[in-house]
């Protein structure tokens, strides 16, 4: 009798949405804490402008993970009521950031002693911008009926361009240090802002989870969208809202990107992130083509993401051989998710615990 319960118990733990996250978490734990006990280690220090900040490899993994964390949360709900994927995200991060320093610079040069305008006011039109090509791409796919990945590709391919186009080709600089907070550290508070902005928009996705229906209504459109209009949503407008929700997460990572060094590389900005960002939502063991979703497990897929990126970053992996590693991780998710695989590991599941039963 226990042993059947033990074996169903396993069971129900394999076929649990976060059990993928969670033990590629623990993969990476394990192994750093055989190769490197230090990894773990956290420490208080003083920056170079002598106020305290921790330290290490975790808060490493915490602050670089904000900007893709944000993204998953839009992409989680694209790929949810689309059934494809924003591959456009990394150039309209160039675009926010662009704006944001376009506006900060206001008409004193691109290298002002101060900020011309706020903080706040070059959020709110970077994050208009941001929306507004998201209802571009949400107008391409939900109206226009386009893949998403090739309606996405038009601003993929001419994002960065525009970006540079915004500030004319130069590479603005904002010297007023309170820019620079919302990337790094604020005076007298150890922890990187990042972190802090990360964990507000999660508490909004959840606020908007909780008491909206933008994430039933989305996996309603992803499962079956002819049977959704049936029951009085209109798909097309979830999709476009989607994409729209995508653009001013967006903007979100754009302020900190390019806050971080208060200036922008209009090719090198969130290079790739798109990648790491549909990697996330893969890794949280959401399906690709749509349908019912995990954010939580989307949030934790991007935090091992970025422990994995850390973790080779660490043992001198070069930057150029990293996509060869994700792309392992990718190739083992998709057989993961694939239908034949799932139906056979089920079938394999079954026969197991047929098995138990009869022994009982």
């Known amino acids: 009798m226990s042993k059947v319960k033990t074996k169903g118990g396993l069971s129900a ?3 649990n949405q976060m059990f993928i996250p969670l033990a590629a978490l623990a993969i990476l734990v394990i192994f750093n804490l055989i190769a490197d006990p230090s990894f773990f280690k956290i420490t208080l220090g003083l920056n170079s402008d002598g106020n305290p900040v921790f330290s290490g490899y975790l808060i490493t993994i915490l ?3 904000s900007e893709l964390v944000i993204l998953a949360i839009g992409m989680t709900l694209v790929t949810s009521a689309s059934g494809g994927q924003d591959i456009s995200v990394g150039a309209t991060i160039a675009i926010a950031g662009s704006v944001i320093l376009r506006v900060l610079c206001g008409n004193a040069g691109f290298r002002p002693e101060t900020m011309q305008h706020t903080v706040f006011l070059a959020f709110i039109v970077a994050a208009l911008v941001s929306m507004a090509f998201g209802a571009f791409n949400g107008a391409l796919v939900a109206y226009f009926k386009i893949q998403p990945m090739v309606a996405t590709l038009i601003m993929f391919t001419a994002g960065r361009s525009i970006a540079a186009w915004i500030n004319q080709n130069k590479l603005p600089i904002i010297n007023d240090v309170e820019f620079g907070y919302f990337g790094n550290f604020i005076p007298g508070i150890p922890i990187p802002t990042p972190v802090f902005i990360a964990i507000i928009c999660m508490g909004v996705a959840w606020l908007a989870l909780k008491f909206t229906t933008i994430g039933l209504y989305s996996q309603a459109v992803g499962i079956n969208s002819a049977s959704s209009r049936l029951n ?3 798909p097309e407008l979830i999709k476009f809202i989607t994409y729209v ?3 001013l997460c967006v903007a979100v990572a754009g302020l900190i990107k390019v806050s971080r060094i208060s200036t922008i590389n209009y090719s090198v900005i969130a290079k790739d992130i798109e990648m790491d ?4 939502v893969a890794l949280g063991g959401n399906a690709l083509s749509g349908g019912k979703f995990n954010m939580w497990a989307s949030v934790l897929g991007a935090y091992v993401i970025q422990f994995l990126t850390t973790t080779l970053y660490k043992f001198n992996v ?4 990293l996509p060869a590693y994700k792309a392992v991780v990718v190739i083992i998710l998709v057989v993961l998710s694939a239908p034949v695989v799932r139906e056979k590991l089920n079938n394999l599941s079954k026969k197991k615990t047929a098995k138990a ?3 009982k």
């Open 13 to 15: 733990i394999l076929r």
């Open 63 to 65: 602050d670089n993970a």
């Open 232 to 234: 009085g949503i209109n």
């Open 245 to 247: 929700i995508m653009g």
């Open 277 to 280: 960002a549909i990697l996330a």
């Open 318 to 321: 070069l930057s150029t051989a």
């Open 357 to 359: 039963k009869e022994v």
